[in-house]
């Protein structure tokens, strides 16, 4: 563990804490952790999750300008998509996977290739959903949370680790937390 790995945590956890109660502030934190992060695993020769998290670090802009912006001009509401909607979604982003996994593993130094090109897929499909406040982004989380643990406990990134342990439990507790938002907001916003 590193100095810069324990800041990255700290900011990554209150991005966490803050996104779980829908506040706007959540994606400043994201920005500057993602920013260590990135560093971070370039470092240890994570390639894809080096790119996520650069990826992350844009995606912290867009985040902001759409709680604050999106929407009505007031902000956006929270949504849930159709069934079909997250089958269409899972299995693209599994092929988008694969691909990519094959070209890491053959033409890169990059370890678990394919482990690493998943969880960086699925987090980009899952942070679009957090940015658009789809209900069920959590969910996501929780599958890549998990398989996230594995990836950088054998990396030796302990302290991730841990934190990707208590993500999963704040994922499924956002879950509840945005479901109960979603349903009393008024409006439903079904996409």
């Known amino acids: 563990m590193t100095l810069w790995e324990g800041v990255a945590v700290v900011l990554a956890l209150a991005y966490l804490l803050l996104a779980m109660r829908g506040s706007l502030w959540c994606w400043p934190a994201a920005f500057f952790s993602t920013l260590i992060y990135t560093l971070l695993f370039w470092e240890v020769s994570l390639l894809m999750e080096s790119v996520l998290n650069g990826y992350y670090l844009l995606m912290a802009l867009y985040g902001f300008w759409q709680w604050r ?12 998509w159709s069934a079909d909607r997250h089958l269409r979604v899972i299995g693209l982003t599994t092929l988008v996977a694969l691909g990519l996994g094959y ?47 594995y990836l950088y406990i054998s990396k030796q990134l302990l302290l991730t680790s841990g934190l990707f342990v208590l993500y999963v439990g704040l994922a499924l507790a956002s879950y509840f937390t945005w479901r109960s938002a979603y349903r009393s907001q008024g409006e439903p916003a079904f996409a």
């Not at 912006?69 to 929270?78: H, S």
């Not at 290739?113 to 658009?132: E, I, K, P």
């Open 103 to 149: 070209v890491m593993d053959n033409y890169t130094h990059a370890d678990m290739a394919y482990l690493d090109s998943a969880t960086t897929c699925f987090a980009v499909v899952g942070t679009v959903m957090t940015a658009r406040k789809v209900v069920e982004n959590w969910l996501y989380w929780v599958v890549i949370d998990l398989v996230s643990i």
């Open 69 to 80: 912006f999106g929407g009505r001009g007031e902000g956006l509401n929270y949504q849930v």
